[in-house]
């Protein structure tokens, strides 16, 4: 394990996992931050605004529904970020949700890169902060999640220990 550096220690392994819970943190502070504006979040800058845009168009909900749906994804990155900073674990289920919740602004930057927002945002400065937010809030973590997740040893399961 020492000489080759490719093979990461436990401890390191620790630290960079513990990086990612602390990051996630930081973005729940900005989630329920911009759920707390008085008059409601500002569309533009709810780093999960796929979300409603895909229940208002392809479903038939309005704002009693899309509300608890933006909480709900703000408390489980709460649970996400605590269990990956205090116990290191659940790397993989966090990718897997991550990927999920982002896949909806993910379309939403398509709809306004394709369709110019339509009845949206149709500002290309609106493009560009959604694209900003969707790196920052979704790929970035969700980067650093599978990087980490390549790094970890191989466990078999036929081995004991």
């Given at each position: 394990m020492g000489d080759n550096p490719s093979v990461q220690?436990?401890?390191?392994?620790?630290?960079s996992t513990?990086?990612?819970?602390?990051?996630?943190?930081?973005?729940?502070?900005?989630?329920?931050g911009i759920y707390f504006w008085p008059g409601g979040p500002p569309f533009i800058l709810d780093p999960r605004a796929g979300i409603?845009?895909?229940?208002?168009?392809?479903?038939?909900?309005?704002?009693?529904v899309i509300y608890?749906?933006?909480?709900?994804?703000?408390?489980?990155l709460i649970?996400?970020?605590?269990?990956?900073?205090f116990r290191g674990k659940f790397l993989k289920t966090y990718l897997i949700s991550?990927?999920?919740?982002?896949?909806?602004?993910?379309?939403y930057i398509g709809v306004l890169a394709i369709q110019h927002g339509g009845h949206f945002a149709p500002a290309f400065k609106d493009l560009l902060l959604t694209i900003f937010l969707f790196a920052v809030?979704?790929?970035?973590?969700?980067?650093?999640?599978?990087?980490?997740?390549a790094r970890l040893p191989v466990r078999s399961v036929g081995t004991a220990g």
């Open positions: 220690t436990p401890t390191a392994s620790c630290k513990r990086w990612i819970g602390a990051y996630l943190f930081g973005l729940c502070l900005y989630q329920i409603p845009v895909l229940l208002i168009n392809h479903f038939p909900f309005d704002n009693k608890p749906v933006e909480w709900i994804t703000a408390a489980w649970l996400m970020a605590a269990m990956i900073f991550e990927l999920v919740l982002a896949a909806p602004t993910a379309y809030f979704s790929a970035a973590p969700a980067g650093l999640a599978a990087r980490e997740i």
